[in-house]
């Protein structure tokens, strides 16, 4: 028996190279902070300690089993989103090499590039957890990280003040999620999602009970996704902390998100005898696709048409934030093979889009000291190479062509009408154009107003260029050549749902 349990330990441990690669460069950076004190070799570290991490992880590519007696799934679907989640860690990290509002401060930041890895450790976790404890450790190791660095530039009130604010409805949620999990448990005996799942289609289930802790356990992820009415704090939030970390969060805390949002309801309220295009378990007697779908247009709705009203463009890119989050959750009320396909697509391109925009508007706020939409004005002539690629970004964010956002909405609007939610996909279509007029109110200042203003050119280093035009180019390839990661995605779908 002992001999079983250290076998199993030792085989599960080899299944988590990646985490452990995480984990350990984090332990690394903090006796180095100590010793070195210097900011590069904390960076240096990092970076290469994700490296070694996305090494581990293309070294497992196509495994499909579970460890620690099935805490945690380890599958392709889970590995296109420490893919993804590896990706935002590396650009975050470059990009904070950038940020001068977070090298302009008498401080070390040993700490900050530890808690980036401890929020990838914890996102890591979540993308694959199967298990209740396992899925709220998890999110509570995310988060940790995620309400410091939130608040990290703490000179500035503002940021105080999201870090804060963060912090009250992070609790909150977290405390009603847990309670949902806790009715769960209490119904069926188990913790884990794959003996939950068994038990409601083989015993039935007390239909208020199940549909109030389902309902909480839902909160608690829509609030990690900024989906309303739980996206209270993400305005706020985003507008305070460090643009690295408004970006970090906007792409790789969302994608952990929705990681364990798809893994959930698929595990526990779909069917696992029936086909993946087969009802749920309790779609007879509790409508979660409807319940999901008025999720998803109250949050495109709500983000889109507050964005109008914008004025920062921080602001504006985080309402923007949330409306994206509605169009992702389309993809998971129709819960087939396409439908999960048009998720990770749009993942994919919406993480190359999203942080070069924020990027951009990183640079520029260090050279105009705003982000103030009216400042734009005329900027598109001071610095003509960074103006047009905010513009390429913008337009993909709209998902106009021939941009890999218009592929990323093609996908997934055409998987719901696939699916016959034609109203859905009316909506979702009407909400991006409403989008297109936020958006183009940033291309309008930067190359329509104040054309002749007179000012210098402004100078950017030749690095941080290159960073951007690293997203840039991919974004405008993708929109002709997709097909790799439309292959990508569906390989890690299929596998997923068994078929």
């Known amino acids: 028996m002992y001999n079983a349990v250290v076998n199993e330990l030792i085989g599960s441990l080899g299944l988590i190279k990646p985490e452990l690669a995480l984990l350990v460069t984090f332990v690394v950076v903090i006796i180095a902070d100590l010793i070195f004190k210097n900011n590069k070799v904390n960076?240096?570290?990092?970076?290469?300690?994700?490296?070694?991490?996305?090494?581990?992880?293309?070294?497992?590519?196509?495994?499909?089993?579970?460890?620690f007696a099935n805490l945690i799934a380890v599958d392709p679907?889970?590995?296109?989103?420490?893919?993804?989640?590896?990706?935002?860690?590396?650009?975050?990290?470059?990009?904070?090499?950038?940020?001068?509002?977070?090298?302009n401060r008498d401080v070390w930041m040993g700490e900050y590039y530890m808690l980036v890895l401890g929020m990838a450790l914890g996102m890591f976790l979540l993308a694959g957890a199967t298990n209740l404890i396992m899925i709220y450790l998890a999110l509570e190791t995310m988060s940790m990280s995620s309400y410091i660095l939130s608040g990290y530039t703490k000179e500035i009130k503002r940021s105080s003040e999201a870090s804060l604010k963060y912090v009250i409805f992070g609790s909150l949620s977290s405390g009603i999620m847990i309670y949902g999990m806790?009715?769960?448990?209490?119904?069926?005996?188990?913790?884990?999602?794959?003996?939950?799942?068994?038990?409601?289609?083989?015993?039935?289930?007390?239909?208020?009970?199940?549909?109030?802790?389902?309902?909480?356990?839902?909160?608690?992820?829509?609030y990690?996704?900024?989906?309303?009415?739980?996206?209270?704090?993400?305005?706020?939030?985003?507008?305070?902390?460090?643009?690295?970390?408004?970006?970090?969060?906007?792409?790789?805390?969302?994608?952990?998100?929705?990681?364990?949002?798809?893994?959930?309801?698929?595990?526990t309220f779909f069917d696992a005898a029936g086909s993946s295009d087969e009802s749920w378990i309790m779609m007879n007697s509790i409508p979660w696709d409807m319940v999901l779908a008025v999720l998803a247009v109250a949050t495109m709705t709500l983000g889109n048409i507050v964005a109008l009203w914008q004025s920062n463009v921080k602001r504006m890119l985080a309402y923007s934030s949330i409306a994206h989050a509605g169009y992702l959750l389309m993809g998971i009320v129709v819960m087939t093979n396409t439908g999960l396909m048009s998720i990770l697509v749009y993942f994919f391109f919406y993480l190359l889009m999203n942080f070069g925009a924020f990027?951009?508007?990183?640079?520029?706020?260090?050279?105009?000291?705003?982000?103030?939409?009216?400042?734009?004005?005329?900027?598109?002539?001071?610095?003509?190479v960074l103006a047009s690629l905010l513009t390429l970004f913008l337009v993909s964010l709209t998902g106009l062509p021939p941009t890999a956002g218009f592929i990323g909405k093609l996908v997934l609007f055409g998987a719901v009408l696939d699916s016959?939610?034609?109203?859905?996909?009316?909506?979702?279509?009407?909400?991006?154009?409403?989008?297109?007029y936020y958006y183009a109110k940033v291309v309008r200042n930067m190359w329509l107003r104040k054309v002749d203003n007179g000012k210098g050119t402004l100078k950017f280093s030749i690095q941080s260029q290159a960073l951007v035009m690293v997203l840039g180019i991919p974004t405008l390839v993708f929109g002709l050549f997709f097909g790799p990661i439309m292959r990508w995605a569906e390989h890690s779908v299929r596998i997923f749902l068994g078929n």
């Open 43 to 67: 960076l240096g570290l990092s970076i290469l300690g994700t490296i070694v991490s996305g090494i581990f992880l293309i070294g497992m590519s196509g495994t499909n089993t579970s460890a």
């Open 359 to 384: 990027i951009v508007v990183m640079l520029f706020a260090h050279k105009i000291g705003s982000e103030e939409m009216d400042d734009y004005e005329g900027i598109g002539y001071q610095a003509p």
């Open 420 to 436: 016959g939610w034609y109203w859905l996909a009316v909506i979702g279509v009407l909400n991006s154009v409403v989008s297109l």
């Open 182 to 222: 806790s009715i769960l448990f209490g119904m069926t005996g188990s913790l884990d999602l794959y003996a939950i799942q068994s038990y409601l289609a083989a015993n039935g289930f007390f239909q208020p009970a199940i549909f109030i802790s389902g309902l909480m356990v839902i909160a608690g992820f829509a």
């Open 77 to 103: 679907f889970s590995e296109f989103f420490k893919y993804l989640i590896l990706i935002s860690t590396l650009i975050v990290l470059v990009m904070s090499e950038f940020s001068e509002e977070l090298h």
């Open 224 to 267: 990690k996704i900024s989906a309303v009415p739980f996206h209270f704090w993400t305005p706020d939030v985003y507008e305070g902390s460090p643009i690295t970390i408004t970006a970090y969060l906007s792409v790789a805390s969302k994608a952990a998100g929705f990681a364990v949002l798809v893994r959930f309801i698929k595990l």
